[in-house]
T-cell receptor
Framework: GQQLNQSPQSMFIQEGEDVSMNCTSSSIFNTWLWYKQDPGEGPVLLIA?????ELTSNGRLTAQFGITRKDSFLNISASIPSDVGIYFC???????????FGPGTRLSVLP | EAGVTQSPTHLIKTRGQQATLRCSPI?????VYWYQQALGLGLQFLLW???????NRGNFPPRFSGRQFPNYSSELNVNALELEDSALYLC????????????FGPGTRLTVL
């Protein structure tokens, strides 16, 4: 089946630094979603991307739908302590029926 | 507008028992999805319901089952609980049948002793 890879698996950054993480696949996806999950809670939708090449911002977050439709990246600028959590990407499969989730990138922000 | 709600928040069962988890979707959403998230791991797709029908299921044994009610709320049942069923069970809902952006509930933490 279709799978998503996320990198890095985890990262430690200093408060105020910019962060970049990505999501890749060998398959084409038609929609990309980025979620953030705090410990013990459900994932919260950050950004949705629907078109190849699309670049969308949500506050300090920016995400892009890769032009090959096989990848997406998420950038966080000027990180703050509340950015800590696990960031998941999800892609809509070829049949347009199911979202496939990546394994997540765990972000830690050091004061 | 109320988000996806799940109950109970926590559930403790012993091996061999049955667990029932409940989910209410966002008003107007007809699709409900269930995921299992074991500690420190990603989301594993369990089941998808839309308009009262099971549309797809993930790679889980038949003792994981569920249903969707006419008001689009949903139940997940896990029979013959095993220790490895301990996980956070997440429910998500979306507007359209499949492919709609999914919005998640807070989850039910199931602990099997």
């Amino acid at each position: 089946g279709q799978q998503l890879n996320q990198s890095p698996q985890s990262m430690f950054i200093q408060e105020g630094e910019d962060v970049s993480m990505n999501c890749t696949s060998s398959s084409i996806f038609n929609t990309w979603l980025w979620y953030k999950q705090d410990p013990g809670e459900g994932p919260v939708l950050l950004i949705a991307l629907y078109k190849a090449g699309e670049l969308t911002s949500n506050g300090r977050l920016t995400a892009q739908f890769g032009i090959t439709r096989k990848d997406s990246f998420l950038n966080i600028s000027a990180s703050i302590p509340s950015d800590v959590g696990i960031y998941f990407c999800a892609g809509l499969d070829n049949y347009g029926q199911n979202f496939v989730f990546g394994p997540g990138t765990r972000l830690s922000v050091l004061p | 507008e109320a988000g996806v709600t799940q109950s109970p928040t926590h559930l403790i069962k012993t091996r061999g028992q049955q667990a029932t988890l409940r989910c209410s979707p966002i008003s107007g959403h007809t699709s409900v999805y269930w995921y299992q998230q074991a500690l420190g791991l990603g989301l594993q797709f369990l089941l998808w319901y839309d308009e009262g029908e099971e549309r797809n299921r993930g790679n889980f044994p038949p003792r994981f089952s569920g249903r969707q009610f006419p008001n689009y709320s949903s139940e997940l049942n896990v029979n013959a609980l095993e220790l490895e069923d301990s996980a956070l069970y997440l429910c998500a809902s979306s507007l359209s049948g499949g492919g709609g952006t999914q919005y998640f509930g807070p989850g039910t933490r199931l602990t099997v002793l």
